[in-house]
């Protein structure tokens, strides 16, 4: 299985971007996906996350109100809409997934990043003041 970014890059305060991780190798339409980000001496923090079936998302408080996760099984992709972007929002940003069974593990706890298995090389945001 792999996972590969995309659509990270240089912004400017209050811009958008659209990230996006394809998988291949097999289908994830039975995991939950995720995105992490990390900046330069802070630890990883899980960004949002969405469940395997049920459409439960995750998104941490500094990000709720202008981030929007969404997942096409079709295309075995997940993608994360960043608006109103801050430079606080800059970093390396992985995406990541998990086998999910609704009802046994909460995507608020695969959003922690320890449960999630896979993980993606990472692409990098830079938002400008």
């Known amino acids: 299985l792999q996972l590969v970014e995309s659509g990270g890059g240089l912004v400017q305060t209050g811009g958008s971007l659209r990230l996006s991780c394809a998988a291949s190798?097999?289908?994830?339409?039975?995991?939950?996906r995720g995105w992490f980000r990390q900046a330069p001496r802070k630890e990883r923090e899980g960004v949002s996350c969405?469940?395997?079936?049920?459409?439960?998302?995750y998104y941490a408080d500094s990000v709720k109100g202008r981030f929007t996760i969404s997942r096409d099984n079709a295309k075995n992709t997940v993608y994360l809409q960043m608006n109103s972007l801050k430079p606080d929002d800059s970093g390396i940003y992985y995406c990541?997934?998990?086998?999910?069974?609704?009802?046994?593990?909460?995507?608020?706890?695969?959003?922690?990043?320890?449960?999630?298995?896979?993980w993606g090389q990472g692409t990098q945001v830079n938002v400008s003041s």
């Open positions: 969405i469940g395997s079936s049920d459409g439960s998302t």
């Open positions: 190798g097999f289908s994830l339409d039975y995991y939950a």
């Open positions: 990541a997934a998990a086998p999910h069974v609704q009802g046994l593990v909460t995507v608020t706890a695969l959003c922690q990043g320890d449960l999630m298995i896979y």
